[in-house]
C-alpha cells in the first residue's frame, strides 16, 4: 500500500463493470460453498440448544417481542441473530441444514462485501483477500457451527457499513448514504457488539488515505462510537449478570490481563500464518505475572506496533494501519474484558478471531500481489501464489468442516488434540450417558472433575451415571457434592429423591423430592417419586395427591394414573 498521501497502487485496478463485479461475486459464494460444502451435514452443536433448539423465544410471536425487548429472554441481546434463527425454525423448522446454508451464504456474502470495500479503496489484491476470508479454515467455527451466526451476520453488516460510507463523499446523496451506513452499523451492533470498533477503523483508514484525519471525519464518526460503546456496555453487562462472567473467578489481576493479552494476540497472527492444529477448545495458559519473561508477550507487541508505525515513511502506512486493524478489533476478545468462555474454558477461541483477520489477510494479499508484480512485470503468471495458497485453504477448511459434523466427532477431535479439556470430557460424558453408555460416561466425568474446578452439572452428571449403573451410594454423593455447589438443582434434588428410593430409604427421599417441587411445580417425574415414598410410608392421601399432580403434568403417565385409582378405591 502506498505512503504517498493519495494512494496510488502499483498495478491499475481491475474493470468494474458491473458483468465483472457480478462474476466475482458469484465466484466467492461458489468456491466459499465448496470449500464448506460438509458442514451442511452438519448437525446442531454445543450451545445450539440455548439458541436454537431449546429456545423458547423462538416459538412464537410473543417469542420475538421477547427477543427485541426483553433482556435476558436470551442468552445474548443480539436480536437480530435470534429473529433470523425465528424466521427459520418457522420456515424450515429445526432441520440444520438450513441453518448451516443460511451461516454458509452470509459468510461468502461477508466475504463479497469485503472485496467491494477494498476495490472502493483501491487496495492491490482486494479480490485475492476476499477469497482468502472466505476460504481460510481458522473461519470454520465461525461458519461451521450454528451458534456463531453472530459472527457472519454482524460481518455481512460491518462491511456493508463501512462500503456506504466510504462512498458517502463521491455520492450526490450524501446524506442518504450516511443514514444507510449508520443504519448498517446499527445491525451490525444488534449481531454483535465486536463490531463497535467499525468507526475506529474507517478514521485508520482515512488516515491511510490521506494522511490525516479530518475535524469532518471525527463529527461524522463521533454518533457511530457514541453507538458502539452503548451495545458494548450491554453486552458487557449481560455477560456478567446473564451469561455469569462475574464473581472472584472473573477478578483478575491487571498484569494477568496484559501477559493474556500479549500472548492472545500473538496466538492469533500465528494461525492466520499457520492454521494447524486448530482446536475447538485450547488449552489453558499458565499465567504467573511474577515471571519477568511472560511480559515479553505485551511488549513484543507492542514493540511490533511501534516499529511499524516508526517505519510508516520508508514502508508506508499500509503496514501500520492493517495492524491496528487487527489489534483493535480483537482487542475485546483479549482478556481486558470478563467473557465467559474466554475464563471459564479457554482464554482463545478461532471465532473471536473472524473480523479481526482481515487487517494481516489485506496485508498478505496486497503484499503478495505486488511482489509478484514486480517479480512477473504484471504477468498472468503474477496469479499462480494466490491460486496455490487458495487451494491450500480450501482443502484445509473443507477437512475442518469435518470436526463439526455431530458432537461425537467435535469432542473426540477436542480431546485428542488438548487432553486437558475439561469440558470436553464433561460434554463427551453427557452424550454417552444419553446413548446409554453409562460405564463410559462415569468414567468421562470422573476425567472431567479431575481436570476442572468442580461442577454442580459434572458432578449431578456422574452421580446420574452411577446410579444407572446400580453404584447407589457413589451416586447419592454425588449428588449430595452438586447440590453443595447447587442447591436449587430441581433435577439433582429428585435424582437424589430417586436414589433415596432406590436404596428403600423413603423417608430421607421426602425432602429433596419436596425441594424439587418447589423449584420446579410442574416436575411430573419429581410428583411420581414423592408419591412412591408417601405411599412406601403409609401417607395414602399425600401419595394419591401427588400421582394425581404427576398425571397432570404429564397426561400420558398410565403408571401414576392407576397408582392413583388404586389409592383411591383402597379402604
Known amino acids: 500500500m502506498s505512503r504517498q498521501r ?3 497502487p502499483s498495478v491499475t485496478p481491475p474493470a468494474t463493470s458491473d458483468s465483472v463485479v457480478w462474476i466475482g461475486v458469484a465466484l466467492l459464494f461458489v468456491v466459499t460453498i465448496m470449500a464448506y460444502a460438509p458442514s451442511l451435514r452438519g448437525d446442531f452443536l454445543w450451545d445450539d440448544d440455548d439458541y436454537v433448539t431449546n429456545n423458547p423465544t423462538l416459538n412464537d410471536a410473543q417469542g420475538l417481542y421477547r427477543i427485541w425487548f426483553e433482556f435476558g429472554a436470551t442468552r445474548q441481546f443480539y436480536p437480530l441473530v435470534y429473529t433470523t434463527f425465528w424466521i427459520e425454525k418457522h420456515v424450515w ?8 446454508v443460511v451461516n454458509v451464504l452470509l459468510h461468502a456474502a461477508g466475504a463479497a462485501l469485503l472485496w467491494r470495500v477494498l476495490a472502493a479503496l483501491k487496495v492491490p489484491g482486494a479480490f485475492l483477500a476476499a477469497v482468502l476470508f472466505s476460504l481460510h479454515p481458522l473461519h470454520v467455527e465461525s461458519v461451521a457451527w450454528i451458534t456463531e ?17 466510504l462512498q458517502i463523499n463521491n455520492s450526490r446523496h450524501s446524506t442518504r448514504q450516511y443514514i444507510v451506513s449508520m443504519a448498517l452499523f446499527v445491525c451490525a451492533l444488534l449481531s454483535k457488539s465486536v463490531t463497535c470498533t467499525l468507526p475506529a477503523a474507517l478514521l485508520l483508514v482515512q488516515w491511510w488515505r490521506h494522511g490525516r484525519i479530518s475535524k469532518l471525519d471525527i463529527a461524522r464518526l463521533a454518533p457511530f462510537f457514541a453507538l458502539g460503546v452503548a451495545l458494548g456496555l450491554t453486552t458487557a453487562w449481560m455477560e456478567n449478570t446473564h451469561v455469569g462472567a462475574g464473581g472472584p473467578e472473573w477478578q483478575r489481576p491487571i498484569a494477568v490481563r496484559l501477559i493474556t493479552a ?3 494476540f500473538w496466538f492469533y497472527l500465528e494461525k492466520f500464518v499457520w492454521p494447524n492444529p486448530l482446536i475447538f477448545v485450547y488449552p489453558k495458559w ?3 505475572s511474577a515471571t519477568a519473561l511472560q511480559f515479553l508477550f505485551p511488549f513484543t507487541a507492542l514493540g511490533l506496533v511501534a516499529a511499524l508505525f516508526a517505519l510508516r515513511r520508508r514502508i508506508g502506512r499500509g503496514p501500520i494501519v492493517a495492524m491496528l486493524l487487527y489489534a483493535g478489533t480483537i482487542l475485546p476478545a483479549l ?7 474466554a475464563i471459564r474454558y479457554s482464554p482463545v477461541a478461532d471465532h473471536f478471531a473472524y473480523l479481526a483477520s482481515v487487517g494481516p489477510i489485506v496485508l498478505v494479499a496486497a503484499g503478495l500481489m505486488r511482489f509478484m508484480n514486480r517479480q512477473t512485470q504484471g504477468s498472468r503468471v503474477a496469479v499462480v501464489p494466490g491460486v496455490v495458497i487458495c487451494i491450500v485453504l480450501a482443502t484445509l477448511t473443507w477437512r475442518q468442516c469435518g470436526i463439526y459434523q455431530n458432537l461425537e466427532t467435535l469432542w473426540a477431535d477436542t480431546i485428542r488434540k488438548n487432553p486437558s479439556a475439561g469440558i470436553a470430557y464433561l460434554n463427551l460424558g453427557s452424550l454417552r450417558l444419553k446413548q446409554g453408555r453409562n460405564a463410559e460416561a462415569v468414567s468421562l466425568f470422573k476425567r472431567s472433575i479431575e481436570l476442572e474446578p468442580p461442577t454442580a452439572i459434572a458432578h449431578f452428571n456422574l452421580g446420574t451415571a452411577l446410579l444407572n449403573e446400580n453404584h447407589v451410594d457413589d451416586a447419592i454423593e454425588n449428588f449430595r457434592s452438586a447440590l453443595r455447589l447447587q442447591a436449587d438443582y430441581p433435577k439433582c434434588l429428585a435424582n437424589l429423591g430417586n436414589a433415596y428410593l432406590t436404596k428403600g430409604r423413603a423417608a430421607d427421599a421426602v425432602e429433596p423430592l419436596r425441594r424439587a417441587i418447589e423449584l420446579k411445580p410442574d416436575y411430573a417425574l419429581a410428583h411420581q417419586n414423592l408419591a412412591t415414598a408417601y405411599e412406601q410410608l403409609g401417607r395414602r392421601v399425600e401419595a394419591e395427591r401427588h400421582y394425581r399432580e404427576a398425571v397432570r403434568f404429564n397426561p400420558t403417565d398410565r403408571a401414576s394414573q392407576m397408582s392413583a385409582e388404586r389409592l383411591k378405591r383402597r379402604p
Open 6 to 8: 493519495t494512494v496510488k
Open 93 to 100: 423448522g429445526l432441520n440444520p441444514i438450513g441453518f448451516h
Open 149 to 165: 451466526r453472530k459472527n457472519v451476520l454482524s460481518g455481512v453488516f460491518y462491511f456493508a457499513a463501512a462500503l456506504a460510507y
Open 262 to 264: 500479549g500472548r492472545a
Open 286 to 288: 499458565s499465567i504467573d
Open 335 to 341: 482478556g481486558f474484558f470478563n467473557v465467559y468462555y
